[in-house]
């Protein structure tokens, strides 16, 4: 499914072009989520990006991770979820996934400690609180 590739693509461009940014000591686009400044001191961390189904913060529907170690990408993984609730017809029009994405994906607690063995003891990057309010309401 293109939409499965589709995210993944766009927080491995959210992770290169930050990296680009360091790098080169930009702040193109970082200010919002103001990671920068943390990983700034660091070299390696996590980034994780979350699409819900609807305007309920734990209706995730997708999750991806950006693993970077020595600011080289090291380990990519993305999972559909299903959220158990309804697609909103304004969330599919920000991310493309429907019902019939997900009928055959695991509940977000089928997903959990896959998810939690690639972020424990390491510093999680999110672009906007969003994705943290997601996880944390999942």
Same mark, same amino acid.
């Given at each position: ?26 702040r193109n686009?970082?200010?919002?989520g103001d &990671? ?11 980034? +994780? @990006?979350?699409? %819900?189904?609807? !305007? /309920? =913060? ?9 693993? &970077? ?11 559909? +979820? @299903?959220?158990? %609730?309804?697609? !909103? /017809? =304004? ?48």
């Amino acid at each position: 499914n293109a939409s499965r590739l589709i995210h993944c693509r766009v927080l491995r461009h959210w992770i290169v072009s930050g990296i680009a940014d360091l790098n080169s000591n930009k702040r193109n686009g970082w200010e919002r989520g103001d &990671v920068l400044t943390s990983v700034s001191r660091c070299n390696s961390f996590v980034a +994780v @990006d979350v699409e %819900t189904a609807n !305007s /309920d =913060r734990g209706s995730i529907c997708q999750i991806g991770v950006v693993s &970077v170690e020595q600011r080289q990408i090291v380990d990519e993984w993305q999972t559909l +979820v @299903d959220p158990g %609730t309804p697609f !909103s /017809d =304004r969330n599919v029009s920000i991310h493309g996934l429907t019902a019939w994405d997900v009928e055959f994906a695991p509940a977000f607690s089928g997903i959990y400690d896959c998810l939690m063995s690639r972020m424990t003891g390491k510093i999680v990057a999110c672009h906007t609180m969003f994705d943290r309010s997601a996880l944390r309401a999942a």
